[in-house]
């Protein structure tokens, strides 16, 4: 994915830029702030979700973001990867991002292997390198049997090896993840976190959200999102 940043210039008022992220970070958001608006006047109402939220990750750090339902991670995330505009704050990253959504993004009619071949397309990944990454990726998640299956035919625990795997792809420097292992069974777990592992050792940040921690001696720090602002 692209670098992006959202530069403040006043309340409410977001400019769009190129700036990266300062060398000792990968990304790098400061006063992230985000209004849900609904109905129509006179009757609207505004809920203001983020209320000036900070957010570093460095080389190798493994984040862990956690707060309760509706305390706004997954906008934060959204707004992290630039799949939704902040309305005022900035977002700076240094490299490629990778972004496992909570729930997967995929076309129903198309097998595995035809999933990882159209995004390798959209990541620009050669295809010899892909198939490399992809034999890599249906080994440690323990999923080739499925690879000429349609998206449509996998269980839920399939589906979300398969989600994690398009945004392990391209080997992102920063890896978001949000509640990444819902539906895993123990063995998958074990082997999710021998990837965290790796990549930790690989110099690369990941960030996974999630309404709880399980292993908290897995990561290196975890934040709490409460009231809009992160702790």
């Not at 670098?3 to 958001?29: E, F, I, M, N």
């Not at 990454?133 to 999923?143: D, H, I, P, S, T």
């Not at 975890?222 to 602002?229: A, D």
């Amino acid at each position: 994915m692209t670098q992006h940043t959202t530069a403040t210039k006043r309340p409410l008022d977001v400019a769009v830029g190129a700036q990266p992220a300062s060398p000792a970070t990968v990304l790098d958001a400061s006063g992230v702030e985000k209004v849900y608006r609904r109905g129509l006047w006179p009757v609207r109402r505004s809920r203001l979700v983020l209320k000036g939220a900070d957010l570093r990750l460095a080389p190798g750090e493994v984040v862990g973001l956690v707060g309760e339902n509706g305390s706004g991670k997954s906008t934060l995330m959204k707004i992290l990867v630039g799949a939704l505009a902040a309305d005022a704050g900035t977002v700076s990253v240094n490299g490629k991002l990778g972004y496992c959504p909570q729930e997967p993004v995929v076309y129903e009619r198309l097998t595995c292997d035809e999933h990882f071949e159209l995004f390798a397309r959209a990541y620009d990944l050669p295809t010899e390198a892909e198939h490399h990454v992809r034999r890599e990726l249906y080994e440690a998640l323990g999923f080739e049997r499925y690879a000429g299956t349609r998206a449509d035919q996998l269980s839920g625990g399939t589906l979300a090896k398969l989600n994690l795997a398009l945004a392990l792809l391209p080997d992102p420097d920063v890896l978001l993840l949000d509640e990444p292992y819902a539906g895993f069974d123990w063995d998958t777990y074990l082997k999710f976190w021998q990837l965290v592992e790796q990549r930790r050792q690989a110099g690369r940040a990941v960030l996974i959200i999630s309404h709880f921690v399980a292993d908290e001696e897995r990561f290196d720090r975890i934040v709490h999102l409460r009231e809009g602002r992160t702790r």
